[in-house]
């Protein structure tokens, strides 16, 4: 049972421009949100988080939003660059919970 | 070291074979956790160790799935007579602290071909 999807299993964007990534989670008890980026033959490494108490956070050129009431969140990377091409896993997390729900992923690939 | 360190790499088993997968934790983290990636899926929780307690197995598939920490540093994941079913990418991760997501280290998995 996914709780958490990742619709979108490949995005492809222009060097300089914005990609959003979608991320849709089905379990209301989840209340801190994560998106972890791999890239191929290492393992996930984490990016950014939101706890549900917040509906925007930012990090240099990441920014996650949460609309809590959809149960969606997205990923803004402003401005693509090449090295972003890698794999970005949503996932989520109860708060007082250890144990994460991760998404199928999203390959995102920066065309120069 | 300076990660979480994986071994094999690479493993290719028969079905019907035992495999063991090693973890090598980052030195001092007290959690760590087994996670197993199906190809084309997000990684699913298997396994949680505080130490050497085993505190959470509730994701093993099954009882041919054992995982064991004696120590409190190395862990092993064990695969008792291997199914086609159980090729993955097992991956290990390790933090100070349980519930620190932002400061969970992966390593790089070891991806288990069961033939």
């Known amino acids: 049972d996914q709780q958490v999807k990742q619709n979108s299993p490949s995005l492809s964007v222009q060097e300089g421009r914005i990609s959003i990534l979608n991320c849709d989670y089905t379990n209301s008890m989840f209340d801190y949100f994560l998106w972890y980026k791999k890239y191929p033959a290492e393992g996930p490494t984490f990016l950014i988080s939101?706890?549900?108490?917040?509906d925007k956070n930012e990090d240099g050129r990441f920014t996650v939003f949460l609309n809590k009431s959809a149960k969606h969140l997205s990923l803004h990377i402003v401005p693509s660059q090449p090295g972003d091409s890698a794999v970005y896993f949503c996932a989520a997390r109860r708060g007082d919970d250890y144990k994460l729900s991760f998404g199928a992923g999203t390959t995102v690939t920066v065309r120069a | 070291g300076a990660g979480v360190s994986q071994s094999p790499r690479y493993k290719v088993a028969k079905r019907g074979q035992d495999v063991a997968l090693r973890c090598d934790p980052i030195s001092g983290h007290v959690s760590l956790f087994w996670y197993q990636q199906a190809l084309g899926q997000g990684p699913e929780f298997l396994t949680y160790?505080?130490?050497?307690?085993?505190?959470?197995k509730s994701g093993l598939p099954s009882d041919r799935f054992f995982a064991e920490r004696p120590e409190g540093s190395v862990s092993t994941l064990k695969i008792q007579r291997t199914q086609q079913e159980d090729s993955a990418v097992y991956l290990c991760a390790s933090s100070l602290v349980a519930g620190e997501s932002e400061k969970l280290f992966f390593g790089s998995g070891t991806q288990l071909s069961v033939l």
């Open positions: 939101i706890s549900s108490i917040k």
């Open positions: 160790f505080q130490n050497e307690a085993q505190l959470d």
